[in-house]
């Protein structure tokens, strides 16, 4: 903590502030002591390197500095036993010490603060523009920039393009990036989700019908060609087009001429038309699910969209566009700690960027105005261990108190020697005449307890420590007593 800025101490008994300053004077930390009635007159915008609050004499002073603290999340917040405030729904509260206190304690807690101030993150700042469309695509990666420089070298031409990827990935956002480069960006941008619509449905949805033409159609309709007339027609999902519209569709793509259903007027079809799928049209043409003059047809200019795990190193950026979005939207600002970045950039991603704003999203609504670290993750994202500040109560217990501790901690809620359960870790019902080892017995219990929660969450401690409802320290300490290395 040596070279930061001031810690601020806050308690109304003058003794116990003047104590407070002995202390952390003596231990290298300088610090400014004030009683409640002044934190009207604290600058929290200050780079302050902590706050220690203890005991208040008044509850309006309490209510009022555990608003201003929830404020200034950036600053971490140590109290003393004996402030009575709510502050475990803090984003930035540390720990709590014990009175009188001990080196060992203090020097714990100004570790964690300083831990804290080294993953705080950087809050996004408000940004103006208007969102009515995400056209940048954000990355610096080598996947997305040769994607932006086949979207330069495709998009004033007049050629088919076909976006290939995994669900998520962003494909209508090359196709809306396409379209606006284009010299059709004057025209509109129509998609139309080709597995979205029933079979019997799809004619009718891209090619328009006349009045009558089946039962319901008591009016004339445009078709999705007519709508995005002068502009880009994105079909989305093609490979789920059933066999009898591909042929309809490949008519139209060779002579760019359609009729709507019940109808006989030549209509042009002045549009441009970018595909898309995230399945695997050559293995379908094979099976003879897909027609391979319908797919050279749209295959004219590919674009293959990488999956978020092939570019991770994007995810910095990605969350800072999207957080961008989602405050542009009226969102609450939030900001990510470079921990629990990391720890999401060890994700695979499965649903890709689509999967990343969902959770950015979720986020945003259940931690307003806050500092999100690795503990606020969903358990999946959590792929590191975040250190847990303790108050040094167990220092003066021993380790036969300790290792009973855990015990109880693990098996509490689980077992109960009146209860069958035990036939399932081949426990005996009823004690043996010669005896038996407890404490070796529950040994072997404890160790196979602790590796199958190790190998259900894939070696990763904090994870398995949530399953066996134990802290992460106690479950380290447990391996390493058991030389359970992984």
């Known amino acids: ?48 390197s902590g706050c220690i609050v203890g005991a208040l004499a008044h509850p309006t002073f309490s209510d009022a500095l555990l608003t201003q603290l929830s404020h200034s999340n950036h600053i971490p917040l140590l109290v003393t036993s004996e402030f009575t405030g709510a502050v475990e729904p803090l984003t930035n509260y540390v720990g709590e010490l014990e009175l009188p206190l001990n080196y060992p304690q203090l020097s714990d807690a100004l570790r964690h603060c300083q831990e804290f101030l080294g993953r705080k993150g950087v809050q996004v700042p408000s940004n103006t523009r208007k969102n009515t469309l995400f056209r940048s695509l954000v990355g610096q990666s080598k996947g997305i920039q040769d994607v932006r420089h086949l979207i330069e070298q495709v998009a004033n031409s007049e050629a088919n393009v076909l976006i ?12 809306r990036n396409i379209h606006y480069h284009s010299s059709r960006r004057g025209g509109p941008f129509v998609p139309i989700n080709c597995g979205a619509i029933p079979p019997d449905l799809l004619e009718s949805e891209l090619f328009g019908h006349e009045k009558g033409a089946f039962t319901g159609a008591i009016t004339s309709r445009k078709g999705r060609f007519e709508l995005a007339e002068g502009g880009t027609l994105f079909l989305d999902e093609i490979g789920d087009m059933p066999m009898s519209m591909q042929v309809k569709l490949l008519r139209v793509l060779q002579e760019r001429v359609f009729e709507r259903v019940g109808g006989t007027a030549v209509l042009k079809a002045n549009v441009r038309i970018v595909a898309a799928t995230h399945r695997n049209l050559e293995s379908m043409i094979q099976r003879g699910d897909f027609r391979e003059d319908l797919f050279y047809r749209l295959n004219v200019f590919p674009i293959e969209m990488p999956s978020l795990k092939d570019r991770k190193e994007d995810i910095p950026l ?31 991603w499965p649903g890709n960027v689509r999967e990343l704003a969902n959770l950015v999203e979720r986020m945003v609504i259940l931690y307003p105005n806050s500092l999100v670290d690795v503990n606020h993750l969903p358990v999946k994202y959590r792929y590191s261990d975040i250190p847990e500040f303790q108050p040094e109560m167990n220092i003066f217990k021993s380790v036969e108190e300790q290792e009973r501790d855990a015990l109880d901690s693990i098996f509490a809620d689980n077992f109960s020697l009146n209860e069958p359960q035990l036939d399932d870790y081949n426990a005996p019902q009823a004690l043996p005449p010669e005896g038996v080892n407890l404490k070796e017995m529950l040994a072997e219990l404890e160790v196979n307890m602790i590796n199958q929660a190790l190998d259900a969450q894939d070696g990763i401690v904090a994870r398995a420590a949530d399953m066996l409802g134990m802290r992460r320290t106690t479950l380290v300490e447990k391996m390493r007593k058991y030389s359970l290395n992984r």
């Open 1 to 48: 903590m040596h070279g930061l800025a001031k810690l601020l101490v806050i308690a109304d008994d003058e003794q116990i502030r003047t104590n407070l300053n002995t202390i952390l004077e003596f231990v290298g930390e300088h610090c400014v002591t004030i009683p409640s009635s002044d934190i009207q007159q604290v600058d929290w915008s200050q780079a302050w």
């Open 164 to 175: 290939l990827g995994e669900s998520g990935t962003g494909k209508e956002v090359v196709a």
């Open 318 to 348: 990605l969350l800072q566009e999207l957080l961008t979005r989602l405050e542009a939207e009226g969102g609450q600002p939030i900001c990510f700690a470079p921990r629990s970045v990391n720890s999401l950039m060890e994700h695979d």
